[in-house]
């Protein structure tokens, strides 16, 4: 029996079968993942999924999974917020929802869908060694996942990034490589690894299959609206995948019949100090130019995004925009999440919600609308940015007077600021 999936060039369409690569021969272009929808609308009814778990394998058949595997850990599934408070903030009468990746299952990223379907393409493949090169949640994904699949681990990483993501990793037992340099040298360095070595790097050889993970995303949104589309999308770009694949489980959906046809504007977000994706998006440019990152936004911080111009494409495409983040607007973003929803993002998240909150101020996300902000990570992991933000407060005697005296203070000085 044929496969229901192989890879194909997104230039020449030339069809490659299955294997760990990740460009066309013929003409140097990426490829991705393409699938016998014909034969996939013919044994599965969208009612079905309504008996599986909440998790991403609750679409295996849109994923590339391997004959016979059965997945056991449930990655994804994450909860589809109402963000009533956030949206009166901005003046937005509309529906207005957060996608909580910040709560990905296991290690609280969306990085965790991608690398699930990554780990299973490795399995198949006869790898071993598995690794990548990451910004930081990546390596904590691939380093957790890896233990439970049996797989040795190799994560490269540029030495600047946050304690916590660098700990977050070392604590599965995976060989870290910190290197000197940012992530678009590390990423160049683990493509000679994967060339040199029989290692299935996740983002690099197994890369079309590692993309597919992240059109879960897509899928639940969907149907977590109850089957229908959003009429906007705000996501996080770094390499620009997420954003591509997001859309491209829309059209599958739309494909299959199982929701109405409908344009959907994707609107992507960068940090000011790495925006060669919005900037190229912003002033109109036919190509981006690679930047050198220098942003808190350490996940996102990606100068020459291998699908940048596909996200650039995807946004013009849909009538959506991109914007931009600077540090300070960053930190301001984390906390109106934390103070108007209650979710603890990280960086990434900070760049999300300030990068839409411009876009509603300038129309381009309008009233009415239903708009969906992706929030991809937790704030846990990058408190780094935070500590200027919340200097210790001074230390109160455990008595009343004291606490009395205390709060007379607080509330004279919060009436003084006001
Ligand atoms: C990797 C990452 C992104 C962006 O992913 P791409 O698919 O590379 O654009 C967004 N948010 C977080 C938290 C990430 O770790
Ligand atoms: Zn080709």
């Known amino acids: 029996m044929p496969e229901l999936y192989e890879l194909r060039c997104r230039e020449c369409g030339k069809l490659w079968g299955n294997a760990p690569r990740s460009f066309c021969e013929e003409c140097f272009s990426p490829l991705e993942v393409?699938?016998?929808?014909?034969?996939?609308?013919?044994?599965?009814?969208?009612?079905?999924?309504?008996?599986?778990?909440?998790?991403?394998?609750?679409?295996?058949?849109?994923?590339?999974?391997?004959?016979?595997?059965?997945?056991?850990?449930?990655?994804?599934?994450?909860?589809?917020?109402p963000a009533p408070r956030l949206a009166r903030d901005w003046g937005l009468g509309s529906a207005l929802y957060i996608k909580n990746d910040a709560v990905c299952f296991p290690t609280l990223s969306f990085k965790d869908r991608v690398v699930a379907v990554a780990l299973s393409a490795a399995k198949r493949f006869g790898f071993q060694v598995v690794g990548c090169s990451s910004t930081g949640n990546l390596a904590n994904s691939v380093a957790a996942q890896s233990v439970r699949e049996g797989l040795d681990a190799w994560v490269f990483i540029p030495s600047d990034l946050e304690a916590a993501k660098i700990l977050g990793t070392s604590i599965y037992g995976a060989k870290v490589a910190r290197i000197a340099g940012n992530?678009?040298?590390?990423?160049?360095?683990?493509?000679?690894?994967?060339?040199?070595?029989?290692?299935?790097?996740?983002?690099?050889?197994?890369?079309?299959?590692?993309?597919?993970?992240?059109?879960?995303?897509?899928?639940?949104?969907?149907?977590?609206?109850g089957w229908r589309l959003p009429d906007n999308v705000v996501?996080?770009?770094?390499?620009?995948?997420?954003?591509?694949?997001?859309?491209?489980?829309?059209?599958?959906?739309?494909?299959?019949?199982?929701?109405?046809?409908?344009?959907?504007?994707?609107?992507?977000?960068?940090?000011?100090?790495?925006?060669?994706?919005?900037?190229?998006?912003?002033?109109?440019?036919?190509?981006?130019?690679?930047?050198?990152?220098?942003?808190?936004?350490r996940s996102l911080a990606i100068g020459n995004p291998a699908d940048g111009p596909y996200a650039m494409k995807c946004m013009r495409e849909t009538g959506g925009w991109a914007e931009d983040a600077s540090d300070p607007e960053i930190v301001a973003g984390i906390r109106k999440l934390g103070e108007t929803e209650g979710i603890?993002?990280?960086?990434?998240?900070?760049?999300?919600?300030?990068?839409?909150?411009?876009?509603?101020?300038?129309?381009?996300?309008?009233?009415?609308?239903?708009?969906?902000?992706?929030i991809t990570g937790n704030g846990l992991k990058t408190t780094d940015a935070l500590t200027a933000e919340f200097?210790?407060?001074?230390?109160?005697?455990?008595?009343?007077?004291?606490?009395?005296?205390?709060?007379?203070?607080?509330?004279?000085?919060?009436?003084?600021?006001?």
Request: proline fraction near 8%.
């Open 235 to 297: 996501v996080p770009m770094a390499g620009g995948s997420l954003i591509t694949k997001i859309a491209k489980a829309f059209r599958e959906l739309t494909e299959l019949g199982w929701v109405d046809p409908k344009p959907v504007r994707f609107f992507g977000a960068q940090a000011t100090g790495c925006s060669p994706i919005s900037t190229a998006v912003k002033r109109g440019l036919e190509r981006f130019e690679p930047q050198k990152p220098s942003t808190i936004a």
């Open 183 to 225: 992530y678009d040298h590390v990423n160049r360095l683990c493509a000679q690894i994967a060339d040199k070595f029989r290692w299935g790097l996740v983002n690099v050889n197994l890369r079309p299959y590692y993309a597919e993970g992240s059109k879960t995303v897509g899928y639940e949104i969907a149907e977590q609206l």
């Open 391 to 418: 200097p210790p407060t001074e230390a109160i005697a455990p008595r009343l007077d004291a606490f009395e005296a205390y709060l007379e203070g607080r509330l004279a000085s919060a009436a003084a600021s006001k």
């Open 34 to 81: 393409t699938y016998d929808y014909n034969a996939i609308r013919a044994s599965l009814r969208r009612d079905q999924l309504a008996a599986r778990p909440a998790n991403i394998w609750r679409y295996a058949e849109l994923l590339p999974l391997p004959e016979g595997r059965i997945p056991t850990l449930p990655v994804g599934g994450t909860p589809l917020l």
């Open 344 to 374: 603890f993002t990280e960086t990434a998240g900070g760049v999300t919600v300030a990068a839409a909150e411009k876009l509603v101020r300038q129309g381009r996300i309008p009233q009415g609308d239903t708009t969906v902000l992706c």
